[in-house]
Nanobody
Framework: VQLQASGGGLVQAGGSLSLSCAAS????????KGWFRQAPGKEREFVAAVGWSGLSTYYEDSVKGRFTISRDNAGNTVYLQMNSLKPEDTAVYYC?????????????????WGQGTQVTVSS
């Protein structure tokens, strides 16, 4: 399974960005998917996850109400809509997939990772 993330960039505080992550190499429609981020000098942390059907989602507290995770009908692309961005959201964002229908929040729960896309929020 290969995951390709895109959509990062530079935005001012209060702005919005939309990330996408496309899967290839194997059908991953039944896989739960997530987004993580890693700021310089910090460990990779959970941001949001979506279950295989797209109906169940879970968010890290600091992004609740600002970020929305979703997936396409085929289940091979996952999105992260980020609104009201803050400078502390600056990080490299990674998409991930796990060979389970249930979403999870730990880095170790995910089997496949994208290459990361940089999000920079200026104050």
């Amino acid at each position: 399974v290969q995951l390709q993330a895109s959509g990062g960039g530079l935005v001012q505080a209060g702005g919005s960005l939309s990330l996408s992550c496309a899967a290839s190499g194997r059908t991953v429609s039944s896989y739960a998917k997530g987004w993580f981020r890693q700021a310089p000098g910090k460990e990779r942390e959970f941001v949001a996850a979506v279950g295989w059907s797209g109906l169940s989602t879970y968010y890290e507290d600091s992004v609740k109400g600002r970020f929305t995770i979703s997936r396409d009908n085929a289940g091979n692309t996952v999105y992260l809509q980020m609104n009201s961005l803050k400078p502390e959201d600056t990080a490299v964002y990674y998409c991930a997939a796990r060979d389970s229908i249930f979403l999870a929040t730990a880095v170790s729960d995910y089997n496949y990772w994208g290459q990361g896309t940089q999000v920079t929020v200026s104050s």
